[in-house]
């Protein structure tokens, strides 16, 4: 069911999986900006859906964007990741559209938050290829900590280089 979420065995399980504030190996990182999880563009997403001219995606629709109702702080900026777990029914509901539940089993795939290198939505096999305990991505050994903060900031300073200052930069 869809309240339920797998846990690293591939039980079914209505205990919330933990969501690490943390990034990868246990270290709190130095990133040089506030790091905020929006969920407001798959809102929208279910609102077009519930705009098309099928009966049934419009009914899924609208289950889906009830239960976002339910929990109006999932419509807001998500500084603690910990609003999902409190409210992981509706994200499950929300999440469908990128993680089909058809697939669930199947597909290698996971969800992270802006910069960040823990995930907070993962299918089984993702977690059970790359996760460790604790839900950060392990890392290989030749790959430290300190290299994977500077290249997440690398790439966030080039966003803010495009976006705010419309500048030509290509990331390579």
């Given at each position: 069911m869809i309240s339920q979420m797998l846990s690293h065995d591939?039980?079914?399980t209505d205990e919330p999986r933990p969501i690490p504030i943390i990034s990868a190996n246990g270290v709190t990182d130095d990133f040089p900006f506030k790091r905020v999880l929006s969920l407001t563009g798959l809102i929208r997403f279910w609102e077009s859906v519930g705009e098309s001219n099928q009966p049934g995606a419009q009914s899924l629709s609208r289950e889906v964007l009830a239960a976002v109702a339910d929990t109006p702080e999932l419509s807001e900026p998500i500084v603690d990741l910990n609003v999902l777990v409190r409210n992981r029914e509706a994200v499950n509901?929300?999440?469908s559209a990128?993680?089909?539940w058809a697939y669930w089993d199947r597909d290698i795939a996971a969800a992270f938050p802006p910069f960040?290198?823990?995930t907070f939505y993962s299918t089984?096999?993702?977690d059970q290829l790359f996760l460790?305990?604790?839900r950060t991505v392990e890392v290989h050994d030749d790959v430290n900590h300190a290299t994977l903060v500077v290249r997440s900031g690398l790439?966030?300073?080039l966003h803010i280089a495009r976006f705010f200052y419309n500048?030509?930069?290509e990331h390579g």
């Open positions: 591939d039980t079914l509901r929300l999440m990128a993680f089909p960040m290198f823990g089984p096999r993702f460790s305990d604790d790439t966030a300073y500048l030509p930069i």
